[in-house]
């Protein structure tokens, strides 16, 4: 139960961060790079496997091997 609340908080706090840095990047015009959207949703299954199993929640995720998007832009694309 411990480690569920940390992976809760800890997803908590990279939601806010994320939405911090869109901010920032709005107000800035920061530089925009394109990240690897199919990892990053691969790590939150891997982090939230546990709250999964302990639900009896069964998730299956067809992501495909390279999906990009480029953040704060309408441009995204993924490659099968």
């Known amino acids: 139960l411990i480690k569920q609340t ?3 908080r800890r997803m908590s706090r990279l939601v806010k961060n994320l939405l911090d840095l869109s901010a920032l990047e709005l107000k800035q015009g920061l530089d925009l790079q394109e990240i690897n959207l199919a ?5 939150v299954l891997r982090d939230y496997e546990m709250v999964f199993s ?3 929640i069964d998730i299956q995720a067809d992501i495909p091997p390279k999906l990009q998007i480029k953040i704060g832009t309408v441009n995204c694309k993924a490659d099968h």
């Not at 990892?39 to 790590?43: A, G, I, P």
Request: glycine fraction near 0%.
């Open 39 to 43: 990892e990053l949703l691969r790590s």
């Open 6 to 8: 940390d992976i809760l």
């Open 54 to 56: 302990a639900k009896k």
